[in-house]
């Protein structure tokens, strides 16, 4: 009975993996379809932290490179920054494992962050500042072409909310743009990937996940509490995180108030109705109702022009 049992829970669980291996190729293959974000011959430097997401990054990255529709080298980076207790020969054996070229880079940020930022305060801006200097230097040692992060979904609306809420702009964090020096081109695959099917996916590829002791308990973090917010909300409103993702690949400058992005001194009335105009008279429940309940993109549904190669 037992060993009845034990098989069908074994057969539900390759099942269940199965799904969700296709479901993270196919948003990956999506993203990087649709923002162009790997040609022919780039060589892609994976950065790679030892947290879940940039494992998971990597993972993913070398089984597409098996089928996908251009050639493309890929090389992974670790940034040692000699955090106490930091496991130094986990991920070179891991990456040797995998069979994945690599460089592992060492630079003490660890001091450098405890000694200028004060106890009690947000460590992650200064650090990840520093990492992202060295890896950009790294990135131009080593001639890549694109530097990929592990950034996905959550992380983006999370940054979002974060510029809304304490920097006063409707900013994101996007799928591919050029680094703060100009220098680099860089890509986030894993933008249409929910972080709870990272979580699921680190769970059962095990992969050598190594905390990070520096901020791991900054349980306090504005971004920790944003991200807090945003679990219970998809908790008590399933698809809100969808929605507030795929706003940003929707926006109607008429509809905001950036006279930069739209001449609103110079409107006159065009003399027609126009679809997805104003409903200034209508009232809150008629215009809030059809974007709050009808409009259900999934990530890796949202509408795009034509793609280069088919990478799902
Ligand atoms: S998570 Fe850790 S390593 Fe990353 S930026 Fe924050 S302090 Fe630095």
Same mark, same amino acid.
């Given at each position: 009975? $037992?060993?009845?049992? =034990?098989?069908?829970?074994?057969?539900?669980?390759?099942?269940?993996?199965?799904?969700?291996?296709?479901?993270?190729?196919?948003?990956?293959?999506?993203?990087?379809?649709?923002?162009?974000?790997?040609?022919?011959?780039?060589?892609?430097?994976?950065?790679?932290? +030892?947290?879940?997401?940039?494992? &998971?990054?990597?993972?993913?990255?070398?089984?597409?490179?098996?089928?996908?529709?251009?050639?493309?080298?890929?090389?992974?980076? $670790?940034?040692?920054?000699?955090?106490?207790?930091?496991? %130094?020969?986990?991920?070179?054996?891991?990456?040797?494992?995998? +069979?994945?070229?690599?460089?592992?880079?060492?630079?003490?940020?660890?001091?450098?962050?405890?000694?200028?930022?004060?106890?009690?305060?947000?460590?992650?801006?200064?650090?990840?500042?520093?990492?992202?200097?060295?890896?950009?230097?790294?990135?131009?040692?080593?001639?890549?072409?694109?530097? &990929?992060?592990?950034? #996905?979904?959550? =992380?983006?609306?999370?940054?979002?909310?974060?510029?809304?809420?304490? +920097?006063?702009?409707?900013?994101?964090? @996007? @799928?591919?743009?050029?680094? =703060?020096?100009?220098? #680099?081109?860089?890509?986030?695959?894993? %933008?249409?990937?929910?972080?709870?099917?990272?979580?699921?996916?680190?769970? #059962?590829?095990?992969? /050598?996940?190594?905390?990070?002791?520096?901020?791991?308990?900054? =349980? $306090?973090?504005?971004?920790?509490?944003?991200?807090?917010?945003?679990?219970?909300?998809?908790?008590?409103?399933? +698809?809100?995180?969808?929605?507030?993702?795929?706003?940003?690949?929707?926006?109607? /400058?008429?509809?905001?108030?950036?006279? $930069?992005?739209?001449?609103?001194?110079?409107?006159? /009335?065009?003399?027609?109705?126009?679809?997805?105009?104003?409903?200034?008279?209508?009232?809150?429940?008629? %215009?809030?109702?059809? &974007?709050?309940?009808?409009?259900?993109? #999934?990530?890796?549904?949202? @509408?795009?022009?034509?793609?280069?190669?088919?990478?799902?």
């Amino acid at each position: 009975m $037992n060993t009845m049992t =034990d098989l069908q829970d074994a057969r539900k669980t390759v099942f269940e993996a199965n799904k969700l291996s296709k479901r993270l190729h196919r948003q990956v293959g999506q993203a990087i379809g649709d923002f162009r974000m790997i040609e022919a011959g780039d060589k892609v430097m994976v950065c790679l932290s +030892g947290g879940k997401d940039s494992h &998971a990054l990597l993972d993913i990255l070398l089984s597409m490179r098996e089928r996908a529709p251009v050639k493309f080298d890929l090389v992974a980076v $670790n940034l040692d920054q000699k955090q106490p207790g930091f496991p %130094a020969d986990v991920l070179p054996k891991y990456l040797e494992s995998r +069979g994945v070229p690599f460089h592992i880079e060492t630079q003490d940020t660890y001091s450098t962050v405890k000694r200028l930022v004060p106890e009690g305060k947000t460590m992650c801006s200064l650090c990840s500042r520093l990492r992202r200097g060295i890896l950009y230097r790294v990135a131009s040692e080593l001639g890549v072409t694109k530097i &990929a992060l592990g950034h #996905h979904r959550d =992380d983006m609306v999370v940054t979002l909310l974060m510029n809304m809420f304490f +920097g006063g702009r409707l900013k994101g964090m @996007p @799928p591919k743009l050029v680094s =703060d020096d100009g220098r #680099h081109v860089v890509i986030r695959p894993l %933008a249409y990937v929910a972080e709870s099917a990272l979580e699921r996916w680190a769970g #059962h590829r095990r992969f /050598p996940i190594i905390p990070c002791t520096l901020c791991g308990s900054q =349980d $306090n973090l504005q971004r920790v509490q944003v991200k807090k917010m945003i679990r219970e909300w998809e908790r008590q409103y399933p +698809g809100r995180t969808d929605n507030m993702f795929n706003a940003m690949g929707r926006i109607v /400058p008429s509809h905001l108030m950036d006279r $930069n992005l739209f001449p609103f001194t110079t409107v006159q /009335p065009t003399g027609f109705a126009q679809d997805g105009g104003d409903h200034a008279f209508d009232d809150d429940e008629q %215009a809030c109702a059809p &974007a709050a309940t009808t409009i259900r993109w #999934h990530a890796g549904e949202i @509408p795009t022009g034509p793609i280069s190669g088919d990478w799902t």
